[in-house]
C-alpha cells in the first residue's frame, strides 16, 4: 500500500516505518546502461573477467543503487498537497555490500522528523536497499527533499 502524505501532516509519521517496496532486480544490462550514461565505466562495473577475479563477476555502481531508491520509493509513499518539491541530497549515505546483476533490492523506508528551512520544510526518509538473501543491506542513506507549500 502506497502512503499518500500530505507535506503538512508529515510530521505524524515522524520515527515510523512508512513501509518497504517492491523486489526490483539489478540486471547486467542497468549496468552496462548506468555505466554508459554517467560515463562510469570502472573495471568492477564493465570487465568481466577482472571483476570475476576479484569480485567474483561483475558489481553494480554504487550510485546506480542510490538511484534505484527513487524508484523503489514510489511503491511505499508520496508526499502529496506541495506547490513544488525539490531534491535536497542524502546523508550519511553507505554502500554497505556489493549488488551483483540479478540480485534482488528493494527500499525500506522510515521518516525521520521534519525540519523547517525558510518558507519550505525538509522531509527525510532514512533508506535502507536490503538485497534478497544478504545478510547486510547494500545501502543506507538519509534522503532529503525541500517542499513548500
Known sequence: MVHKIPVKDAHLFADQELGV?????????????????????????????????????????????????????????????????????????????PVRPGDRVRLRATMRPPRPKGDGVILTVHCVVEADGKERPALVTDWSEMYFV
Open 21 to 97: 517496496s517492491k523486489w526490483h532486480t539489478i540486471t547486467e544490462r542497468q549496468i552496462k546502461l548506468f555505466g554508459e550514461v554517467t560515463g562510469d565505466d570502472h573495471w568492477p562495473h564493465s570487465d568481466v573477467e577482472r571483476a570475476t577475479k576479484a569480485f567474483g563477476g561483475i558489481i553494480a555502481q554504487g550510485f546506480l543503487t542510490l538511484s534505484v531508491v527513487a524508484h523503489l520509493w514510489k511503491d511505499v509513499a508520496e508526499f502529496t498537497d506541495y506547490r513544488i518539491g525539490l531534491n535536497y541530497g542524502c546523508d550519511r549515505t553507505r554502500f554497505t555490500a
